[in-house]
Nanobody, 120 residues
Framework: QVQLVESGGGLVQPGGSLRLSCAAS????????MGWYRQAPGKQRELVAT???????NYADSVKGRFTISRDNAKNTVYLQMNSLKPDDTAVYYC??????????????WGQGTQVTVSS
């Protein structure tokens, strides 16, 4: 059974920083892309950033230059360093991972979400 466990959310003042982590555990074969999405109250879930196993990265325009996604393949973990945070960044942040068991195709799994609140 696959689990994605997020950590690092919390309350921060505008201009501050937070670092989110998401670790995948379970008996799976390989992880391909990993990423972060977020959902603010009353809004749809939106892409924040993704990173492939080989290190190709994609960011939403709204976070370019402020957020940095990275991963540690040996630890099956993806990180999101968030700097210069704004109130508009307030949301529940979800990580995901595309992974496969031996002999199967890739499927997308999601974490439970972690709250990020940017407020003075």
């Amino acid at each position: 059974q696959v689990q994605l466990v997020e950590s690092g959310g919390g309350l921060v003042q505008p201009g501050g920083s937070l670092r989110l982590s998401c670790a995948a555990s379970g008996s799976f074969f390989i992880i391909n892309a990993m990423g972060w999405y977020r959902q603010a109250p009353g809004k749809q879930r939106e892409l924040v950033a993704t990173i492939t196993r080989g290190g190709s990265i994609n960011y939403a325009d709204s976070v370019k230059g402020r957020f940095t996604i990275s991963r540690d393949n040996a630890k099956n973990t993806v990180y999101l360093q968030m700097n210069s945070l704004k109130p508009d960044d307030t949301a529940v942040y979800y990580c995901n991972a595309d992974l496969a068991y031996p002999g199967s195709s890739f499927n997308r799994y999601w974490g439970q979400g972690t709250q990020v609140t940017v407020s003075s």
